[in-house]
């Protein structure tokens, strides 16, 4: 065992899976198999295959197609399991089998009704018989942070003896607390004697919100092994959360003197997939890869992180996989933030008076809440309101979508005395709509977020559609409003495209 390494086993696709209002497809599941593999995990628990025909399906395509990590399935202690797991492992250049029994008093007389003296034999002989089928076996004592010491030791030492290579040793409702997983840890170490024959394991859930913690601790009571999933996502409150845990070692190996073997880069990337696939939204707050984990508000904090970012900043966005950190403009900002901005958009000291205008920011916040980049534009031309005019307008607009047809749009807009006419196709009517568009202006927008909300009540109610988007002049905001949803999302995308066009407009007339 290599003491400065920690494997990283990511369980996302069996026990995150398990969390899901409905089962991922085969397709799905490679496509989130092979991001892990780009992340660098260590080993990919792919599923639970004798669950169903799916799941089988699903760990045997990803033991054929992902090759570099482990690839486990979960399988209980029972002959047929084991068989069935070890059939769908057969492709894989790296199996495991990871077979588990209830060990605590709970599961053993109020689930499994079995005595200490035959969960002791269910233990030995699915190890045994696992061992022969796949020469890396994982087991767990399911429950452990609830069983007796003395009994959960004799598992673990029988266990290892059966030829189990990793121990994991579950707190699998997340009862337990990081002083009492600590001692369960050493408690393992004191008194097995062939604990050195295999990785301990540990895999903790969020039941009380300790599951980092736990494992954490754990890894410094010498623990090699943390079985997470991305964002967290599992059982009831979730599992220990991958990139929590990967960050914390990372950033202070100072305090665990270990290492990952994981890409951090990726974390970011492998975050949003399981986003999008699992239909599990991420809290803005949410540690490392939630939206406000590199943003700043508060103007004491922007002010120090412009002049030096580890002011505020323990990790840099870029090792998450981020380009950059993300300074909010609101009523909290303050003027050095603000006058940066300026700035960055071409703005010259002299074109300003800071005094005066962080004054009128501030007014322009508290009604907002957020200022963005042609909100500053705004207020830095307000005086001339002929060049504030709109340049593009939407004339016409005709969609045609449907199931089981293309959808296409056709706009005409009018620009400087002149009309274009544009057509173009998209993976929906408001993607056509904006294609088309961007075919007659030429910015091609980035949109970054998109809002729909009811303005009204009623069949016919009104839609506001709040985009947010990017071009390389800056990020811009644009509200459309309509009782047809694809013609207010189109009037916010033009919104965008008149504060674009004042931009460029407003930068050629800035002195070099």
Not at 94 to 108: A, E, L, N, Y
Not at 152 to 181: H, K, M, W
Not at 200 to 218: E, K, Y
Request: charged letters at 25%; proline letters at 3%.
């Amino acid at each position: 065992m290599k003491n400065n390494k920690v494997f990283i086993f990511d369980t996302t696709l069996r026990d995150g899976e398990q969390s899901l209002s409905s089962s991922l497809s085969v397709r799905q599941k490679l496509r989130i198999a092979r991001q892990l593999a780009r992340l660098s995990v260590d080993v990919i628990e792919a599923g639970f295959p004798i669950s169903s025909p799916g799941d089988f399906e699903s760990v045997a395509t990803i033991a054929r197609e992902v090759r570099s990590p482990v690839i486990c399935g979960l399988a209980r202690a029972i002959e047929k399991d084991i068989t069935v797991c070890a059939k769908a492992l057969r492709p894989a250049a790296r199996p495991r089998i990871h077979t588990f029994v209830g060990t605590s008093p709970i599961h053993r007389q109020g689930q499994l009704r079995k005595s200490k003296a035959e969960v002791l034999d269910m233990v030995r002989q699915s190890v045994k018989f696992a061992r022969r089928l796949c020469p890396d076996v994982e087991f767990s004592p399911m429950d452990a942070g609830r069983t007796e010491g003395d009994f959960l030791c004799s598992v673990v030492e029988l266990a290892i003896g059966c030829g189990a290579r990793t121990i994991n040793i579950p707190d699998t409702v997340g009862y337990t607390t990081p002083e009492q997983f600590a001692a369960l840890i050493d408690l393992l170490f004191e008194r097995v004697p062939n604990i050195d024959k295999a990785v301990i394991s540990v895999h903790c859930h969020n039941d009380l919100g300790m599951a980092t913690a736990n494992s954490l601790t754990a890894v410094s009571h010498g623990a090699r092994q943390i079985e997470c999933s991305v964002n967290g996502i599992g059982e009831r409150a979730g599992n220990t959360a991958l990139e929590e845990v990967v960050m914390a070692l990372k950033v202070r190996r100072d305090l665990f003197a270990v290492t990952t073997g994981v890409d951090t880069r990726e974390i970011m990337r492998t975050s949003k997939l399981i986003r999008e696939i699992c239909n599990v939204p991420v809290q803005p707050n949410k540690a490392v890869v939630g939206s406000n984990a590199f943003a700043h508000s508060s103007g004491i904090h922007q002010d120090g992180v412009l002049k030096a970012k580890q002011t505020y900043e323990i990790m840099t966005p870029q090792s998450v996989g981020l380009t950059e950190s993300r300074m909010n403009l609101t009523s909290r900002s303050g003027s050095h933030m603000v006058k940066a901005r300026l700035l960055a958009l071409g703005y010259r000291e002299a074109d300003f008076n800071i005094k005066d205008f962080y004054r009128r920011f501030i007014a322009l916040a508290d009604k907002k809440g957020s200022v963005y980049d042609d909100d500053l534009v705004a207020l830095m031309e307000s005086k001339n309101e002929k060049e504030m005019a709109d340049r593009y307008t939407l004339e016409y607009l005709n969609v045609s979508s449907g199931r089981g047809t293309v959808p296409t749009a056709t706009a005409r807009v009018a620009a400087d005395g002149k009309v274009r006419q544009e057509a173009a196709t998209g993976d929906g009517a408001v993607d056509a709509a904006t294609k088309a568009i961007d075919r007659i202006v030429g910015y091609r927008i980035t949109v970054e977020n998109y809002h729909l909300e009811a303005v009204t009540g009623g069949r016919e109610a009104q839609g506001r559609v709040t985009m947010v988007g990017r071009v390389p002049e800056g990020v811009f905001t644009g509200t459309g409003t309509s009782t047809d949803i694809v013609e207010a999302s189109a009037l916010a995308y033009m919104d965008m495209v008149n504060k674009i066009a004042r931009m460029k407009k407003f930068k050629r007339k800035l002195p070099e």
